[in-house]
Nanobody, 124 residues
């Protein structure tokens, strides 16, 4: 059984930083694409960041590139982190870890497994 466990999130003031983590267990594939999407109230779910768990390539949504960094735990290739710096109120959303997705595409139908979501709130 595949499980996607998220942690991190919380509240921060504009300009601050937060880090999310996501660990996938029970997946037979060795190389997968994993990442994060986010969804604000009344808006569609949008892609934030993704990478192959080999660490070979990273992908970012336009609104976060240069501020957010996704990387994999070298000791556990099925665990990834999303470092969020210089955060803005517009980053406020529920963040969902996505496992076994299609890197390079933010089409949510390509995501096979979802985490439970974690709330991120940025105040001005």
């Amino acid at each position: 059984q595949v499980e996607v466990a998220e942690s991190g999130g919380g509240s921060v003031q504009a300009g601050g930083s937060l880090r999310l983590s996501c660990e996938i267990t029970g997946l037979a594939k060795r190389t997968i694409c994993m990442g994060w999407f986010r969804q604000a109230p009344g808006k569609e779910r949008e892609g934030v960041a993704a990478l192959f768990n080999s660490g070979a390539e990273t992908f970012y949504g336009n609104s976060v590139e240069g501020r957010f960094t996704i990387y994999v735990d070298n000791a556990n290739k099925n665990k990834a982190f999303l470092q969020m710096n210089n955060m803005e109120p517009e980053d406020t959303a529920m963040y969902y870890c996505a496992a076994d997705m299609k890197c390079g595409s933010w089409y949510t139908a390509y995501v096979r497994y979802w985490g439970q979501g974690t709330q991120v709130t940025v105040s001005s």
